[in-house]
């Protein structure tokens, strides 16, 4: 996982309610097997709001707009991420280039899984989501910073809002870290007690 610390890039407004994990990863894509770097998810992410029937670019889509393309972060709207506990979810936001989401509220696991995969959910109170808009769409492709180790969202304008996270979490944030890698931190040690382990019953490890 990538180390989070402070991002500034184009920020897209997304203002649409309860855009659920089923809608930022629809069902028939996740028979793809991911492989970051091989096959990802981009294509998938919110594959039926930027596409139509036909799989063509819906023109009208902010994130097929010229000024919105390649944003590195997404101001939502309420209940982003609602819905089913699919970790897909946050992969696609992550393989879409997303790093940061910006809202007033999130679904519980998903805000979980965007920090297991490297993303930040910063909520915000909905009167400042709704300025963010208003500044994101009075000048498209304006940029947000997020500064993580200050908890702080620097908007288009320079104002400073500072949002809430879980002092583990942003610790394993900034040092890049999900739980296969915290658990990689103590490997000394836990390589030290299977040795011991098995000198002590050498007949169970010999089983294994």
Known sequence: MQPFTTLTAVA????IAKI???VILPGRFMRIRRIPGVADYANAFVHDLRFDENDQPRADFVLNLPAYRGAG???TGIDFGCGSSREGAACAVLDFGVRALIGPGFGDVFAANCLQNGIVPAVLPIEVVQDLWRQLKATPGAQITVDLA???VAAPDGTRHAFEIDATRK???LKGLDDVGV???HL???????DA???RMPWLANKI
């Open 12 to 15: 897209a407004p997304i203002d």
């Open 20 to 22: 659920d994990t089923g």
């Open 73 to 75: 972060i997404l101001v």
């Open 150 to 152: 200050s908890q702080t």
């Open 171 to 173: 610790e394993r944030l």
């Open 183 to 185: 658990t990689l931190e």
């Open 188 to 194: 000394p040690q836990i390589e030290a007690f299977e």
């Open 197 to 199: 382990y098995r000198e």
